[in-house]
C-alpha cells in the first residue's frame, strides 16, 4: 500500500512544492507553498516543513477526478488535507473499483 512517505516531492516553478504520487491509474497532486491552500503558506524546500497541503486528483485521462473522492466539495482541488487525510486518500483510490 502506498502512502504519504511515497510522494515524489520536486519545486513547483512558482515557488514552494509539488508532489505527485500515481495510485490505480490516478496521479494525486499535492502542492504546498505561498500561493497554496497548504500550512504554512509560505515557499519551504522541504516537504517535512509541511503540516497540510493543496491536493487534487486526476484520472488516467488526465481528466479531474477530485470530486469522485470527495463529493462534498465542489472544486478540482481540496485545501490544508493533513498526512493522514492524505494516506486516507490513497486508501480510497486503491480500494477503489
Known sequence: MSKFDDVV?????????KGTLVVNDFRVSLL???GFYSTPRENL???EDFEAFEIA???SNGDWATEEFFPEESD??????SREDINEL????????
Not at 9 to 17: P, S
Not at 90 to 97: F, G, S, V
Request: hydrophobic share 40%; proline share 3%.
Open 9 to 17: 516531492w520536486i519545486d513547483h516553478f512558482a515557488g514552494g512544492l
Open 32 to 34: 504546498a507553498g505561498s
Open 76 to 81: 478540482d482541488v481540496v485545501g490544508w488535507q
Open 45 to 47: 524546500k522541504d516537504p
Open 57 to 59: 486528483v486526476f484520472n
Open 90 to 97: 490513497i486508501e480510497k483510490i486503491e480500494n477503489h473499483k
